[in-house]
Each structure stands twice: as C-alpha cells, then as structure tokens.
C-alpha cells in the first residue's frame, strides 16, 4: 500500500472524488489520499454525491481543486508515492509531472457518465457504472480492506 496518493481526473467534480472517498472508505488511514482536477470549473456532481451515499461514502463537503491550486495552497505533488490518473488528459497531467519529479503514475480508464443518459435514472444508472469500476479497480489493486 503506498503512503501517499492522488487521484485525478478532468474537474475533479466525478470520478477523482469518487475514487478518494471510497480509498478513504475501504483503508481509513491507512494511506494519505488526496483527488485533483486538470482544471477546477467545476463543485462536486450531484448525481456522484448521490451514488456515493448508496454505499456510505460521503462527497457532500468535497472541494474540487486543480493541480495548480494543490501546489498552490502547500501540497507538494512530489511528495505521493502515487498518482492514479482516471481520464486521459489527467494522465498527461500527471505524466508531465513526471518530468521534474520521480512519480509512479497508472493510468485507470474509467468511464466518463456525465453525457450518459437522458433521464434521473439513466444519468444514475452511468454514475454507478462509473462508481463500481472504480471500486472495482481499487480492490484489485490495494487488496481486500482490513477489519478495523
């Protein structure tokens, strides 16, 4: 288990929260992890916040923030051990990154349900799609979660 992670993704406002709220659900402290955006335009998306909650995973106090915006409030991007990136352009991003500092960067290809579907339901439906892969993905790669 690494000691430090950052997700990212494109606003930081769907799968990036989703992915540090359940890492945080899973592991509690076992880690130190954080979520960025490439950009930060947007707050959380109402329909993540809403398949959060149906497995306990609070996003209702997240704040989307930019890489820029970490680096400029203190964290240092150099500092986690690995950088998760969850759409194509964060991984640019975070590879960039990889340029002036020594960073692991993995690349999850996870779906984007923002333009998916035209009703509440269908719009719910991609976002737990989304949620699942991205769970999913985290077990397999972090392991089963230990009892507390």
Known sequence: MPASIL????????RSPMAEGMMKQLYGKRSYVQSAGVKNDMEVDGFSVSVCRELGIELERHRARS??????????????D???????ASQRM?????????????????????????SREAKLSA??????QIRERILDRFGPPRET
Request: proline share 5%; charged share 25%; hydrophobic share 35%.
């Open 127 to 132: 976002y737990r799609q989304t949620r699942d």
């Open 7 to 14: 997700f990212c993704c494109d606003h930081n406002a769907v």
């Open 82 to 88: 690995l950088i998760v990136a969850l759409s194509p």
């Open 94 to 118: 975070a590879l960039e990154l990889t340029r002036y500092y020594h960073l692991d960067v993995e690349y999850w290809p996870i779906l984007d349900p923002t333009g998916i579907g035209e």
């Open 67 to 80: 890489f820029d915006e970490m680096q400029e409030w203190g964290d240092d991007l150099s500092g986690f």
